[in-house]
């Protein structure tokens, strides 16, 4: 089962900022944290990841509470491109000493024009 | 930027028919997995693979599903037959390593459609 917990949905106005949140609790200290987004009838790609300091790039900002039991994704200027299911994920330790990530439901972010 | 491809990009079959859906992973990546996504539903793990040998199978994956990489470049799922529920979206991934903060590249997936 997916280690986090996020909204199903959220809405944004074009050229304004999103804050996506997610929870997880159960974070171990060397869980990195992972986003990843679904458009349209694609198939996943990574946004960001962090472990315990915030961290930017060219699509987005990551930040990390203090105790890393949530953290926030923020999209500086929503376009209607980043409509899309958002994916905050904690790596499972598979039994062969490997990772797999596991995906829960999302949020599906709705970008209004 | 280095991608995952996929093909075919759609697929119908007859149930009970054999499919093989295919992928040719980035270059240097080491670690493959396929993932399914039923139609709105979660993209749901199904089998990791490294070194020649399946890592990590999910109870989705049982004996009916099997995984190749018979060429070095191609990593493969093969349905034996298919059933009506195997109907999904098929996403293949790679990554470079297993390392904490590695990156899972995904393909644009193989829409499979079973009658």
């Known amino acids: 089962d997916a280690k986090t917990t996020q909204p199903n949905s959220m809405e944004s106005n074009e050229e304004e900022p999103v804050h996506l949140p997610c929870n997880h609790s159960?974070?171990?200290?060397?869980?990195?944290i992972h986003w990843y987004r679904q458009l349209p009838s694609q198939g996943p790609e990574y946004v960001i990841h962090?472990?315990?300091s915030n961290v930017n790039n060219r699509m987005a900002s990551l930040a990390i509470a203090e105790d890393r039991k949530s953290s926030t994704l923020i999209l500086h200027r929503a376009t209607l491109r980043d409509a899309a299911v958002y994916y905050c994920?904690?790596?499972?330790?598979?039994?062969?000493?490997?990772?797999?990530?596991?995906f829960g439901t999302g949020t599906r972010l709705k970008v209004l024009a | 930027e280095p991608e995952v491809t996929q093909t075919p990009s759609h697929q119908v079959t007859q149930m009970g028919q054999e499919v093989i859906l295919r992928c040719v992973p980035i270059?240097?990546?080491?670690?493959f997995y396929w993932y399914r996504q039923i139609l709105g539903q979660k993209v749901e793990f199904l089998v990791s693979?490294?070194?020649?040998?399946?890592?990590?199978k999910s109870e989705i994956f049982d004996d009916q599903f099997s995984v190749e990489r018979p060429d070095g470049s191609n990593f493969t799922l093969k349905i034996r037959s298919t059933k009506l529920e195997d109907s999904a979206m098929y996403f293949c991934?790679?990554?470079?390593?297993?390392?904490?903060?590695?990156?899972?590249?995904f393909g644009s997936g193989t829409q499979l459609s079973v009658l």
């Open positions: 991934a790679s990554s470079e390593s297993s390392a904490h903060n590695e990156k899972l590249f």
């Open positions: 159960t974070i171990s200290g060397t869980d990195y």
């Open positions: 962090g472990l315990t």
């Open positions: 994920i904690l790596r499972d330790v598979t039994a062969s000493g490997t990772y797999k990530y596991i």
């Open positions: 270059s240097n990546h080491l670690y």
């Open positions: 693979f490294y070194n020649n040998e399946i890592s990590e």
